[in-house]
């Protein structure tokens, strides 16, 4: 199993912050949303996309854990619509 797959079904996180992820695959965009939640340049594949994605969901993750003040919820969601479309498209691949 490759590290990206192995992380991916390690992620643990509440039944409600999920839903809303899912519900959000619905209008993911690619290019508009990875752009926006990146700052950077598209990567070029869903993989590349996960190796950025991961670190950040993380970040987030341990900020909503310990109840920061600069937690993002919306943002949480945000984060989890992209590796949730972009997981769907590393298994096609």
């Known amino acids: 199993m490759c590290q990206i797959t192995h992380e991916l079904s390690a992620l643990r996180r509440p039944g409600l912050l999920v839903a809303a992820a899912s519900h959000g695959t619905a209008n993911y965009e690619r290019r508009r949303d990875l752009r926006r939640m990146l700052r950077v340049a598209i990567p070029a594949s869903p993989r590349a996309a996960l190796e950025k994605l ?3 969901e993380a970040a ?3 900020r909503r854990k310990t109840a920061d ?3 993002s919820l919306a943002r949480h969601v945000d984060i989890l619509v992209a590796l949730l479309a972009e ?3 590393f298994r096609q691949v």
């Open 87 to 89: 997981a769907h498209a």
């Open 69 to 71: 003040k600069n937690y």
């Open 60 to 62: 987030l993750e341990r």
């Open 54 to 56: 991961l670190p950040i």
